[in-house]
């Protein structure tokens, strides 16, 4: 992506995460949750700059032939201009080079910009987790992409 370039997660980068991650997410990260990241033997973990400066991340764990995708967000500013989608491209490329064949995640079923992201790489929504975030009860959708190889 033209502007981006991605890098592996660092100490640096924590503090402007946090500053995006309360921004997108009803119910945060902590600090420590993304330090864990920073050495997690499964986990794949790349950060988005453009001039240096942190515009998104994006997580994932490998666990087997699956990458179960932890995390993703895009600084509000910035989205809408594709960064959430060259993220995805970029975290299941290394998810494949680590083994992956194939990727799951769960998403807030009110989450649309997410839903329609994941679902035009060809995730397909398998299931629901009934009340799945203690925060308001919502319920998770639980989206599969079979094949790594057929990403669209
Ligand atoms: C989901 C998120 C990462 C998308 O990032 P983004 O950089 O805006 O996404 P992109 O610009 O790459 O969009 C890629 C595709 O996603 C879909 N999409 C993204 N935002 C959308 C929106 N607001 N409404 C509808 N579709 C949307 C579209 O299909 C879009 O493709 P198109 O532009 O060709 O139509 C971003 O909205 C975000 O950070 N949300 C808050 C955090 C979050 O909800 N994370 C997911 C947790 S499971």
């Not at 194939?102 to 329609?116: D, F, Q, W, Y």
């Amino acid at each position: 992506m033209k502007g981006v370039r991605f890098v592996e997660l660092a100490e640096e980068h924590i503090g402007p995460i946090m500053e995006i991650e309360k921004r997108s997410q009803s119910s945060p990260w902590s600090e420590r949750s993304f330090r864990n990241e920073l050495d997690h033997a499964h986990g794949v973990f790349i950060v988005a700059l453009a001039d240096g400066t942190v515009v998104g991340y994006a997580g994932a764990w490998v666990l087997a032939d699956e990458a179960h995708v932890t995390t993703i967000a895009v600084d509000p500013d910035r989205r809408l201009s594709g960064i959430g989608r060259a993220l995805m491209d970029e975290l299941l490329e290394r998810a494949k080079n680590l083994g992956a064949t194939c990727s799951t995640l769960e998403v807030r079923a009110g989450n649309e910009p997410a839903i329609k992201l994941y679902e035009a790489m060809g995730y397909v929504g398998v299931g629901l987790r009934k009340k799945y975030y203690p925060d308001n009860k919502e319920d998770a959708v639980v989206m599969w992409l079979y094949d790594l190889d057929k990403i669209q």
